[in-house]
């Protein structure tokens, strides 16, 4: 089954695909068609001679004409996305380039204008004319006719898909949903039972399992995806304790240790036994791949739009409007986690700890989401004040005390950078004004909490 993912997604991603699935569908619409023209009755289409009046000689330059223009427009559609491609991965990051050959519209359209091209080839193959046993397929001609005319509307729509996409609002928005809907895979995370504390505990001491054994990977990577729900039925069913030694996300090089297993810590007297078939086993339940993907990985999300912000205030291009929109959508990203349930580390299978899971920590997303910011940002006002606004945001998104240490941890060092890169006293106290809000925002929702709770108690 993670061998069927790692295909789609790789399917999904490439430009063949879908123009290779179109194209079939092409041929055998072509050859339908074909075969109700030449079996049908023909005598009532005389009657719309506007419709199948074409002869042998009309229908062949017909779709002679559509056959050529087609394929022409097809190059043509594909050297716009590639210009496309290519601007917007040298102004923002090259970590996009993916995502515009995931997108289904640039499939779409490079696959419509190639079928058109292969229907016509095959609807001109069988034209006779009047020397030969003459036949000219009437529906075939027309619907050759009618995608013709579709490929002009298709053509429109390519052109203003193609400049919607270059927009940056267009390119982040897509990368927020996609990374919304990684977490909302991710978080909370189905991979078995959370574990008990004394089932936790049991785990984590290293000394009660003294037989681990390493699970080596083949090939250098990123891992893209793990199946979790194999690898928790596998341990259970081999009655195991396995760790995950790399997380989603992570590049792992050849012969480096992707899991080790052992048996169960109360059974640490035996021996794990694995041969090559076993440990192959264990492997396939890890994908790895040249890049990251965001299915899985909600961090690499995150990274696109980092890497925008970074991209954005470079002193090259210095576009402090994009990198402020880039803040808001991470706060919407970070916001969304915020909510959640963040994934236990060790699972369980009925009531025996089984896996040791390996995943970021709500701090590892606010790091990776406002640091690198806040330090590309130095002697900018509008950066240091929308990265508070936006941190009061995600605070305001969750109760739990550790996640609000680590915002309210976020805001200290913003502060404490901007008294240090400003110019101005200004400036200095313009965001000093703006740090003070946020913390009484967090002083007063704090409060409000603690007295909810003694008055309850």
């Known amino acids: 089954m993670n061998k069927l993912k790692q295909v789609w997604s790789k399917l999904r991603a490439s430009l063949w695909f879908v123009p290779g699935v179109m194209i079939i569908f092409s041929i055998a619409l072509a050859l339908v068609l074909i075969e109700v023209d030449s079996t049908g009755e023909v005598q009532w289409l005389e009657n719309y001679p506007r419709l199948f009046g074409l002869g042998a000689d009309g229908a062949r ?4 004409a559509i056959a050529s223009s087609m394929l022409t427009v097809a190059a043509l559609a594909f050297s716009l996305m590639l210009n496309a491609v290519a601007q917007a991965s040298a102004q923002f990051t090259p970590r996009i380039f993916r995502n ?11 696959g419509y204008f190639v079928s058109v091209f292969a229907y016509c080839l095959l609807v001109l193959r069988t034209i006779r004319g009047a020397d030969e046993l003459k036949f000219v397929p009437p529906f075939a001609v027309l619907v050759g006719l009618m995608l013709a005319i579709g490929g002009v509307l298709v053509l429109i729509f390519f052109i203003h898909h193609i400049a919607d996409s270059l927009q940056i609002t267009t390119i982040i928005t897509k990368i927020v949903l996609e990374t ?3 977490v909302e895979k991710m978080f909370p995370q189905e991979l078995g039972d959370a574990a008990n504390e004394s089932e936790t505990a049991v785990a984590w001491q290293a000394d009660a399992v003294r037989d681990w054994k390493k699970i080596t990977a083949t090939k250098p990577g990123y891992v893209q995806d793990v199946d979790t729900d194999g690898l928790l039925e596998y341990a259970a069913e081999t009655k195991s304790l396995i760790m ?10 050849s012969g480096a240790t992707l899991a ?9 007297h035996q021996h794990v036994s694995l041969d090559d078939e076993r440990i192959g086993k264990i492997r396939e339940f890890f994908s790895l791949g040249r890049l990251r993907t965001i299915e899985q990985d909600a961090g690499f ?3 696109q739009i980092v890497d925008i912000a970074l991209k954005a205030l470079s002193p090259g291009v210095n576009d402090t409007s994009t990198a402020i929109g880039c803040i808001d959508s991470l ?19 009925d009531g025996v700890a089984r896996v040791i899971v390996v995943a970021p920590e709500f701090h590892d997303y606010v790091e990776a989401a406002f640091e690198q910011i806040r330090i590309s940002g130095k002697a900018n006002r509008a950066i240091f004040e929308r990265l508070l606004t936006t941190i009061v945001f995600v605070a305001e998104c969750t109760c739990d005390k550790t996640r609000r240490e680590t915002l309210h941890r976020q805001i200290e060092l913003v502060g404490e950078y901007a008294a240090q890169t400003l110019d101005t006293n200004y400036e200095k106290e313009k965001v ?12 007063d929702e704090c409060a409000a909490r603690a007295a909810s709770v003694t008055t309850r108690h």
């Not at 515009?100 to 490079?110: E, G, K, P, S, Y």
């Not at 080790?260 to 640490?268: G, L, S």
Request: aromatic share 6%; with cysteine; glycine share 10%.
């Open 301 to 303: 999300g995150i990274r």
């Open 61 to 64: 330059g017909m779709l002679t």
């Open 260 to 268: 080790t297993i052992a048996h169960d810590p109360e059974t640490a």
């Open 100 to 110: 515009f050959m995931r997108d289904r519209a640039n499939q779409f359209v490079l």
């Open 331 to 349: 706060g919407e990203i970070v916001g969304e986690i915020a909510r959640r349930r963040m994934p236990a580390r060790v699972r369980s299978k």
């Open 244 to 253: 995950m030694c790399r997380a989603i996300g992570q590049f792992v090089g």
């Open 180 to 182: 919304k809907g990684a």
């Open 432 to 443: 000093r004004l703006k740090l003070t809000k946020a913390e009484k925002i967090f002083n």
